[in-house]
């Protein structure tokens, strides 16, 4: 098993940035592709980034391209979403799963995070 756990979610202006943390355990994380999405109320989950096992980064969502970046450190058992230029269109929970590729589906992940809630508002 791998275990995730999601940190670093919390409140923040229109135009701030956040850094949210994925720390895993159990399994070794250096062969997963871990993924960060984002569920806001009413709406679908939708894939917002995913770095590959090798370090590759893909966007899934147009909407936070130049904004969002994904980075990973296999030695810390972390993966980092660093969200700057942060929008109230932004506001969501945000998971980090891990799968064996990187996907735009959530499906395709076995292995999930409990979430942490970002907020954008003044």
């Known amino acids: 098993q791998l275990q995730l756990v999601e940190s670093g979610g919390g409140l923040v202006q229109p135009g701030g940035s956040l850094r949210l943390s994925c720390a895993a355990s159990?399994?070794?994380?250096?062969?997963?592709?871990i993924g960060w999405f984002r569920q806001a109320p009413g709406k679908e989950r939708e894939g917002v980034l995913c770095?590959?096992?090798?370090?590759?980064?893909?966007n899934y969502a147009d909407s936070v391209k130049g904004r969002f970046t994904i980075s990973r450190d296999n030695a810390k058992k972390t993966v980092i979403l660093q969200m700057n230029s942060l929008k109230p269109e932004d506001t969501a929970i945000y998971y980090c799963?891990?799968?064996?590729?990187?996907?735009?589906?959530?499906?395709?992940?076995?292995?999930w995070g409990q979430g942490t809630q970002v907020t954008v508002s003044s």
């Open positions: 799963a891990g799968s064996r590729i990187c996907s735009s589906r959530y499906a395709a992940y076995a292995y």
């Open positions: 159990g399994f070794t994380m250096d062969y997963y592709a």
């Open positions: 770095i590959s096992s090798s370090g590759g980064s893909t």
